[in-house]
Structure formats: C-alpha cells, structure tokens
C-alpha cells in the first residue's frame, strides 16, 4: 500500500509540478508589479509579495513592504515575509490572483468586522488576512504577530533549519523539481521503507515473540499483532506530515498530497480503536466467565457491537472534519433536527432498545432460564438490541421484542430456589386409621431420605374425607436446578411411594361406583378383613424401611 502510494505521488509531483511563480505570473499585472510596489487592494498587494519571493525575481524587501510592523519595530520584514510565505506553502494554501478582490474599498461581509479585511483561508489560517491602512492593504499587524508562532507550528520539531540547509545541496531543475527537493523525496522514501522494515520486523518478530513468553500467544496473534501493524503505519504517515512540508513542493500537488496525509490520520487512528474493540471485548469476556450470571454473556457482543459503531460514526466525523476540511458543526445540528423526525418515525425500535438496556440492568432472567408471561413460554437463548430470542418447548423459536419484555409481568422459573411438588394420594374408605397413619409416617421417612428433598419444609398430611377417598396430602420441594433432574426426583419419589403402599397392603381410591353385597350364601365377603392391632402395620412399616430405603442410601 506504502509503495503505491509513494509512486503515484511522486509521479503527480513530476509530471503535474505547478510553482507559486506559475500561479501568479499568469495575472496580467505580474509585469507592473515587477517594476514596483502596489497596494492599493487586496489583489496588488498578494501579487507584490508572492511575486518578489519567487527565484526569477527575488526581492524579499519589496515583500516585507506588504507588512504592517507598525507594532513591531524592531521586526526584520524580510524574515517575517520568508517565514509567511513558508506558512502558506507548509499549510498547502493555493492562491490564486484572479480570485482575491481588485477592490480598494473591498469589505468582507461575513466577517463581521467594521474595517476592510480579506482573509485567505479562514479554515486552515484564520489569524493570517490583509487589512486596509489608509490607502494601502498590508497583512496585518495581528498577523505579523503570529507569523513565528505559525512558523514553528507548520514545521515542528526543528524541521524549519532543513529549509536552509537542503537548498545548499544544489538548485538545478530536473523534472520540474529542484536537485534537492529530488534528493529529499528519495531520502525521504527511503526512511519510510526503513521504518516500515523496522516497524515489520519489531512486530511480528518482538511482540510475538513477547506473547509467546507470557502465554498469550493467541490473543497477540489474533488480536494485538493488527493493532501493532496499523499502529505502525500511522507513525510513518505522522512522519511523512512532519518531513513532506520541508520539501517545498508544487503548490497545487503538496495540497492534495495534505488532504491525503490529513485523511490518513484519522482513519488509521479509527482503524486502531475499531480493532482495539475487540481486544476490550476479549476482556470483558473473560470476566463474564467469571460471574455466575449468563446474561453477562450476551453483554459482550452487543457492548463490542455497540463500541464499533461509536468507534465509526466518531472517526467518519473526524475524517470529514480534519482530512476533507468539512464544517461538521451544521452537520451535527442537521442530524440533531432530523434524529427528532427519526425517533418520532421509530418509536418501537427506541422503545425496543431501551428496553434491552433495562433487562441488561435488572437481569429479570439469564439464559438458559424458564421463563413465562401471557403467550411467552419457554428457555432464553440470546438477549439483542431489537429482540429476546426464547426457544419453546415445541422446540420452535421466538422472537419477543425488548420492549414489551420490559413492560410484562414475567414468571422467571429459572430463579427457583426450590421446586414444588404436589399431589394428593387417594387411599380408599376401607383402610384402617392405624393403616393409614403408618403410611403418612413412611410418606415422611421417604422424603427425609431421598437426597434432593427439602428437609426443613414439607407437609404430608391426611387431610380430606372426598366422595370416594381418604385424602392424604403430599406437599414437598425439591433441591434441583433443572427441570430434568426435577422428573428425576418425582420418579424416584413416585416409586418409593408405590412400593411402600405394596409392602403395607394400601389401595388407592379412583372415582368409581360400586356395588357391596356384604356377603353371598358360602361366598367370602368382598371386604378385606384388616388387622385391627397397629403392631402389625408397625412391623410392616420397619421391614419397608429397612429394606428400601435405608438399603437406597448405603
């Protein structure tokens, strides 16, 4: 990417080469300007000083006299004009003579301001305007006073001495280009491939070689390694922004070569923060897999898909703002006003977003619970923006929206502490009192036995006479946290209960009319003849006991 970037632009750089002096030599003024120095409006006085710096016609004297230092006495013009035109030439600002006023009293009506000023570029140098001084229009004193500190700021770093020293390596044209402006840009490619070569190998050499050490060798190739790479490339562009302007380039090549420059830093930079997302994302999860609670689970991806699309919209605004120089701010009032249409046009959609947030907050479920309200009846499988996804026990799926979870009265069967078993054991009217009583005693011992039974709280009873049966009641919880394991603990239940009602000679009742003859001439009755001794129930309750039950448990 670096090498085609390098050799179309420097292509464009020979064969498109456009010099300030070709930009102003081609007003008709140029050669009145030449023989002296007119000021009389905004349009002569950029001729006089942009064309006395240039090389045919250098005569920075009749520059600086384009200058107010009425507040700087002791100023040396001649510098001050160099210093300024290096500012434009830096900042990539391309003046052209036929659109600057050839108005004496020209007044600039978005200023503002009462007297007559012209501004060059009021995005990329707002302090830098001629003002109007009696007869004469000179850069104003306001900018003569900022010229230095525009200066340091357009070459930083010390940068500014290579604009005296490259000149001396020789000014002979080739290409359009100067000897030593060609010797720079090949310096200057080769320092890039240098760093690039360097950056590379640090890279994938070090840092893997440093995950690799710690254990985290996946996580750095997968994750880290990108960021590495493109964190790489964004120092060489900020080393291009930093050495490119000391090249002194064409003036209409170097202002787009800026756009590209300007483009590339927020991009890259947005680049890094959309790839350090999911190195955030890799760390929340991590402690999600710490918690107890599954919902945090579904936190992650929708925090990582929410942080890119922050990380998006804020990098195509800063990108528009500082690599396309685009005022954002109507922009930004624009989408204020239109978001209101918007919202109003989606309700449902806001509504069924804040409603996520709120399940994210509360957590009414996790998934993998039970969950019921209304026509909602089954396991949550994933929480989104939009919608619960919840698979029912006909094994389809649905789709709930947010926002009416978040308004309904759910029944989370998933945060069951206990799960409640209840049934009524009907034993019929010809069982004994002392039968029946040793039967509910068994009924207890079976739950104070069984492993997965509430032990502190449970009812058995007899506790109804119905039309057709002795009514005992069997009320207890289980200790399990599934569903499956809850049919698992009625069927051992269950069982249990049967076997002992076997062992002690217990009939359970069913609704059915039946007609008793006591007894029939040499028939035996019908009615079973029960011992009337409670000993005898005892005896058989202590053989089931120690034959099932306690047997169950060793």
Excluded at 31 to 36: A, F, L, N, R
Aim: net charge neutral; no cysteine; charged share 20%.
């Amino acid at each position: 990417m670096l090498q085609k970037f390098f050799y179309s632009a420097l292509f464009t750089i020979v064969f498109t080469s456009t010099s300030w002096a070709q930009l102003i030599t081609d007003s008709p003024e140029s050669e009145v300007i030449s023989k002296g120095v007119n000021l009389s409006s905004p349009y002569h006085t950029t001729l006089t000083f942009f064309y006395n710096l240039e090389e045919a016609d250098y005569r920075p004297e009749r520059s600086a006299q384009a200058l107010d230092l009425s507040d700087a006495t002791d100023a040396n013009g001649e510098k001050l004009s160099v210093k300024l035109k290096q500012v434009f030439e830096g900042k990539g600002i391309i003046i052209r003579t036929s659109s600057v006023p050839n108005l004496p009293n020209y007044q600039d009506s978005t200023s503002g301001a009462a007297e007559p000023l012209y501004f060059f570029d009021k995005q990329k140098l707002p302090g830098v305007f001629l003002e109007k001084k009696g007869k004469q229009w000179k850069f104003s004193s306001f900018t003569v006073s900022q010229i230095d500190e525009l200066h340091r700021e357009t070459y930083p770093f010390g940068t500014a001495k290579l604009l005296n020293l490259l000149p001396k390596i020789g000014n002979d044209v080739y290409f359009g280009l100067h000897f030593w402006q060609l010797v720079g840009i090949f310096f200057l490619v080769l320092m890039v491939f240098l760093a690039h070569f360097f950056f590379t190998f640090l890279v994938d050499k070090g840092l893997v070689y440093f995950f690799r050490r710690f254990g985290y060798q996946k996580i750095g190739e997968n994750y880290l390694l990108p960021v590495a790479r493109v964190t790489s490339i964004y120092f060489i562009v900020l080393t291009l922004a930093l050495f490119m302007p000391v090249l002194q380039l064409p003036a209409e090549v170097w202002a787009w070569i800026i756009i590209i420059l300007n483009t590339l830093k927020p991009f890259l930079i947005t680049v890094i923060f959309y790839k350090l997302v999911n190195v955030v994302a890799i760390y929340f999860a991590r402690l999600a897999t710490k918690t107890e609670s599954t919902l945090d689970d579904q936190l992650v991806p929708l925090l990582r898909k929410t942080l890119k699309a922050f990380v998006v919209i804020i990098g195509t605004l800063f990108i528009l703002r500082d690599g396309l120089n685009l005022d954002i701010i109507p922009f930004l009032t624009g989408l204020s006003i239109g978001g209101v249409a918007i919202a109003l046009a989606a309700q449902d959609t806001i509504k069924n977003f804040f409603g996520s947030v709120m399940i994210f907050i509360d957590k009414p479920f996790q998934v993998g619970d039970w969950i019921t309200s209304g026509d909602i009846d089954g396991t949550v499988e994933e929480v989104g923006f939009r919608s619960t996804r919840i698979r029912t026990f006909r094994n389809s799926v649905m789709y709930v929206p947010n926002g009416k979870i978040a308004d309904a009265t759910l029944d989370n069967h998933g945060l069951r502490n206990y799960r409640r078993f209840y049934t009524t054991l009907t034993v019929t009217y010809d069982t004994p009192p002392q039968l029946i009583e040793e039967f509910v005693v068994g009924l207890r011992e079976i739950v104070l036995h069984h492993p997965h039974t509430r032990k502190d709280y449970y009812h058995v009873y007899f506790n109804n006479l119905s039309a057709y049966s002795q009514d005992i009641m069997f009320y207890i919880f289980f200790s399990v946290p599934t569903w499956p394991e809850e049919l698992k603990a009625r069927h051992e239940i269950l069982i249990q209960t049967v076997q002992l009602a076997n062992k002690l000679g217990v009939r359970f009742a069913f609704p059915t009319q039946t007609l008793h003859m006591e007894s029939f001439p040499e028939k035996q009755s019908l009615v079973p003849n029960y011992p009337e001794e409670s000993a005898h129930y005892q005896k058989k309750l202590g053989e089931f006991l120690q034959n099932e039950l306690r047997s169950k448990k060793n």
